[in-house]
């Protein structure tokens, strides 16, 4: 593939998403035996895109976010004190299908480490910077994680063995630590350097192929997934506007420079589907409709954010 074909995948990664979304629910209509083929291909899948995603999370780099206190200070503030507790306002608001609820308390809490950088690119925000914070947001969500999750739902999580959760953990730590160990041994030579290029190819159209599976697996509970639609578009809605408000005033009455205003906007609006699609998809059954929450919330995002690219560096002018 060229590089022109690269560039051309992540600018209208939006559609291709979409397309493998619409894929697998059309193979799984004409092939019955697609659900059970792609509920299997999910996992290893899932492993491929976090490794791949990653991968180029530049772990090196933490330190470099320390030099930039007041940003870093308020990204963090923002992230994981002020977003979950709006998210707790907000699910307070939702309907009380605990499923629901859940899904969109393990997206919406837990701050992006892939497309957040796509976009504060085309949005014209400090690359270096958000290069710098990715990796904080990485291990601080790892952290607060399981926190946050009973907090903002209460008691009515699923009840979760180890042997039910386990997959989901693995799927996470797996592609972490290989990432981990890569970074500071096989990423520092040429052909690490080369192996890090290619799997930088993978996040977009991977993403759509898991996408797929997703659907396909689970296509026979898409009018479930109808049902639960408008509540999470007006759930992601409202988020998204709550970040670029909270965004653009922080930047203004905290005075930060107009890129890393747009890069905090961008963070504060962009979700780690990716990180917590493995434990949704890890629940028992009568749960399904938390990663067709996440997924839907997804979707919605990603038309949120390619509108942002447009207005943020308007709202926040150097």
Known sequence: ????????????HVWVYLLGAACGV???????GFSAVADFLVWPLLAVLLLATFAQTPLERIP??????????????????????????????????????????????????????TFTQLGKGNMPLALSLTPVNLVVQLLLLPLYVPLLVGEDL??????????????????????????????KTPAGASVREGLSWLPVPLLAVVLACVTGANAS????????????????????LFAVVAGVALTKTL?????????????????????VLPIALALPAGWELTSLTIVTQSFVELFALALAVHLIPRFIKA
Do not use: Y
């Open 1 to 12: 593939m060229s590089e022109s074909l690269k560039d051309r995948l992540e600018a209208h």
């Open 26 to 32: 059309g193979l799984s209509l004409l092939f019955p």
């Open 64 to 117: 470099e976010a320390f030099t930039h206190r007041k940003f870093l200070a308020t990204a963090l503030l923002a992230n994981f004190v002020l977003v979950p507790a709006f998210v707790w306002i907000l699910l307070r608001l939702m309907p009380a299908d605990p499923a629901i609820r859940l899904g969109l308390a393990l997206v919406l809490v837990v701050p992006c480490t892939d497309w957040f950088l």
């Open 158 to 187: 699923p009840p979760l063995d180890l042997s039910v959760i386990l997959p989901a953990v693995l799927v996470l730590l797996i592609p972490l630590a290989a990432s981990v160990l890569a970074e500071f041994t096989l990423f």
């Open 221 to 240: 509970r898409l009018p479930l997934a109808a049902s639960a639609a408008p509540s999470v578009v007006v759930a992601t809605v409202t988020f998204a």
């Open 255 to 275: 005075r930060l420079q107009a890129s890393h205003g747009r890069t905090l906007t961008f963070t504060l609006m962009s979700r780690n589907s990716f990180v």
